[in-house]
């Protein structure tokens, strides 16, 4: 039987090496997004998984090529260029099929990963709570089940006949089954975890409590402002995606308002469509949110495209349809020439420096200002004639306080904006 811990040979212990990891870096260019940035940024990812990258190849072509991915004379020039750094790892900035795996690993004869796959070894190695540990594990089958073909290549069938079958096919067919019942329970877990987190929020709801979530891409330096705003105590490290637990904390706003602050996972250009889904339970968040901060690296020359990434999934997610308002936040302004603060892209958006505190009073007043008043806190005067708005009141809204009086029924309650205006003639 898989073993329970790893099943199916899952790429989460696929680093887990005390050898040194050298790795090259490799894509082809399609002319589809700028190779040279993309790059950078799996650079960044290895190093944040302990790898150290020492050279790098890029094909132009105008598709990857179906079999091994680059063409047979760049392949001969990387598998050249790897004993010469003597690389023991090679990373493809594209999420490769199974096939082109196979036959990568097969012509250079060292540790093939993807995009995909590092990420969810970094994901792996980071997420500390239940839910985090179940929503990587989920992403890391999902990825996982259809590279199962050919794990086991060296074991052959032992019978002959067309019929036959062999200990290597049942081996095969006995880990993809435990893969498909282990990928149904961990879904059935986080739904359970979902509807869990649903009745928060509708709690939250009529309860009065607005919500601002933090977005933005990884390592933008969100939980170094959540901590700079609650004092939250979260792991902030000059590291892609240091966290990945989402962290609530209570803030005071300058006009007295009392919200809940969520810091989300970070994101990451082409972020692999497994983890999108399994993580779509926790950026859901940001659906019911009452305001977005989308924060970004002001100093980053991706600052738009980071900018841009993030507003992509937001509207994936529905928050343009449901009117969510978004504030843009430009983190370490510290860092940027004097003359970049004014462009364009500064228009509207709040310069800060969480890691100084520079700006972080202005973002108040700009969250003060931008938060919608959804509900509001009266005292109410009803006549007796109108002792049935009480359910309402508690179907809809928070009641305080309740008392009867000989001129009427006294009021104290939490209600939709809408629902206090129209009780605005018993106001006290």
């Known amino acids: 039987m898989p073993d329970d811990s790893n099943p199916g040979n899952t790429p989460v212990d696929d680093l887990n090496s005390s050898e040194p990891q050298r790795a090259a870096?490799?894509?082809?260019?399609?002319?589809a997004y700028d190779v040279a940035v993309s790059l950078d940024e799996l650079a960044e990812l290895a190093a944040t998984a302990g790898i150290e990258t020492?050279?790098?190849?890029?094909?132009?072509?105008?598709?990857?090529?179906?079999?091994?991915?680059?063409?047979?004379g760049k392949l001969e020039e990387i598998k050249e260029m790897m004993q010469q750094a003597e690389c023991n790892v090679f990373l493809c900035d594209e999420e490769l099929s199974p096939a082109q795996q196979r036959r990568l690993e097969k012509e250079m004869g060292v540790r093939v990963m993807d995009r995909t796959m590092l990420i969810l070894d970094i994901f792996a190695a980071r997420a500390?709570?239940?839910?985090?540990?179940?929503?990587?594990?989920?992403?890391?089958?999902?990825?996982?089940?259809p590279r199962l073909t050919g794990q086991w290549m060296g074991l052959s069938r032992q019978a002959g006949g067309h019929y036959a079958r062999g200990a290597g096919e049942s081996k095969l067919e006995t880990d993809r089954r435990y893969v498909r019942v282990r990928i149904h329970r961990l879904e059935q877990e986080l739904a359970a975890l979902q509807k869990r987190r649903e009745l928060l929020?509708?709690?939250r709801n009529k309860s009065g409590v607005e919500t601002v979530v933090i977005v933005g891409y990884t390592n933008a330096g969100k939980s170094t402002l959540m901590n700079a705003l609650t004092r939250a105590g979260?792991?902030?490290?000059d590291k892609l995606f240091a966290t990945l637990d989402p962290t609530a904390r209570a803030l005071r706003l300058p006009d007295g308002r009392k919200v809940m602050l969520i810091d989300t996972v970070g994101l990451v250009r082409r972020l692999p469509h497994h983890l999108v889904e399994a993580f779509r339970s926790t950026l859901e968040e940001a659906t019911s949110a009452s305001l977005i901060l989308n924060v970004c690296d002001a100093s980053?020359?991706?600052?738009?495209?980071?900018?841009?990434?993030?507003?992509?999934?937001?509207?994936?997610?529905?928050?343009?349809r449901l009117g969510?308002?978004?504030?843009?936040?430009?983190?370490?302004?510290?860092?940027?020439?004097?003359?970049?603060?004014?462009?364009?892209?500064?228009?509207?958006?709040?310069?800060?420096?969480?890691?100084?505190?520079?700006g972080l009073g202005d973002l108040l007043e700009r969250v003060a200002a931008e938060l919608p008043l959804q509900r509001k806190q009266v005292c109410l005067l009803l006549p007796y004639a109108l002792a049935g708005s009480g359910a309402r009141f508690r179907e809809e809204g928070r009641v305080l306080t309740e008392e009867f009086?000989?001129?009427?029924?006294?009021?104290?309650?939490?209600l939709p904006l809408r629902l206090a205006e129209e009780m605005g003639e018993y106001w006290v």
């Open 25 to 31: 870096l490799g894509a082809v260019d399609t002319g």
């Open 54 to 72: 020492v050279a790098r190849a890029v094909q132009n072509r105008a598709s990857p090529d179906h079999a091994t991915y680059f063409g047979a």
């Open 128 to 145: 500390k709570s239940s839910e985090g540990k179940l929503q990587v594990e989920l992403a890391t089958l999902k990825y996982s089940l």
């Open 201 to 203: 929020r509708g709690r």
């Open 234 to 237: 979260v792991l902030a490290e």
């Open 300 to 320: 980053s020359p991706e600052c738009a495209e980071h900018l841009r990434v993030t507003a992509d999934l937001m509207r994936d997610l529905g928050c343009d």
């Open 324 to 358: 969510v308002p978004v504030l843009r936040v430009l983190n370490k302004c510290d860092q940027m020439p004097p003359a970049q603060r004014q462009l364009p892209l500064i228009g509207g958006s709040v310069l800060i420096s969480a890691l100084k505190g520079d």
């Open 405 to 414: 009086r000989e001129d009427g029924i006294y009021y104290e309650a939490i």
